[in-house]
């Protein structure tokens, strides 16, 4: 079946500028994450969302990060006002529902590579 | 000190090597443990869980030590395949489902 999406593949964008990035998950995975992988750098947790709730948004870097998800499905990450530090490979990835929290694989995502100009 | 620490590497080994991947971990608490692969600019995928009684799957063989808070990778007669990033994974179930990723390392497998 399908994987995890996630669209745009490529952002580049100016500094000052808003991007949202989309993420739509594994069909009826209830889990699921955003982290992002700046370069030379491992992977850094943003949020995850249970449902259309947040439990842990501990990662968010700062309040120019935001994300939502609506129905339980798609999630979106919006950064406003982007900084050159910003630029980074985003990855979304979803885990099924029934498992402890953590425990299950979680599948990734292909990734949004952010540059900011 | 990071949560998650591994040896970068790279590792450049020939065909046929056996190559061993160490992680240690900060958080006591940690209850999940996990090794991924990322191949160049591509997303991470499981290679396999990591039990308290260690655990093996073809040519790789997890162990886990939680006295130590350590976590190895063994990967025996390696191909060219096996060329990437090895990345150790922990959760602690009690912070929710987020992953706690290592650096990551490196392997290359030589002709």
């Known amino acids: 079946g399908a994987g995890v999406s996630q669209s745009p593949s490529n952002k580049v964008t100016e500094k000052g500028k808003d991007v949202e990035l989309r993420c739509d998950p594994i069909s009826g995975h209830t889990a699921l994450y955003w982290y992002r992988q700046s370069l030379g750098q491992g992977l850094e947790f943003l949020i995850y969302?249970?449902?259309?709730?947040?439990?842990?948004k501990s990662g968010l870097p700062s309040d120019r990060f935001s994300a939502e998800r609506t129905g339980g499905s798609v999630s979106t990450l919006t950064i406003q006002r982007t900084q050159q530090e910003d630029s980074a490979v985003y990855l979304c990835?979803?885990?099924?529902?029934?498992?402890?929290?953590?425990?299950?694989?979680?599948?990734f995502g292909p990734g949004t590579r952010l540059t900011v100009l | 000190r990071k949560e998650v620490e591994q040896d970068p590497g790279p590792f450049n080994v020939p065909e046929g090597a056996t190559v061993a991947f160490n992680c240690t971990y900060s958080?006591?608490?940690?209850?999940?443990f996990f090794w991924y692969r990322q191949d160049c600019r591509k997303e991470p995928k499981l290679l396999m869980s990591v039990y308290s009684s260690g655990n093996e799957d073809g040519r790789f063989t997890a162990q886990l030590n939680r006295a130590s808070q350590y976590i190895s990778l063994l990967i025996r007669d390696s191909k060219l395949s096996d060329s990437a990033t090895y990345l150790c994974?922990?959760?602690?179930?009690?912070?929710?489902?987020?992953?706690?990723f290592g650096q990551g390392t490196e392997l290359s497998v030589k002709p």
């Open positions: 990835a979803s885990s099924p529902p029934g498992g402890r929290m953590g425990t299950d694989t979680q599948y």
């Open positions: 958080n006591s608490a940690s209850q999940s």
């Open positions: 994974v922990v959760n602690n179930p009690n912070q929710g489902g987020k992953l706690i």
């Open positions: 969302f249970q449902g259309n709730s947040a439990p842990d």
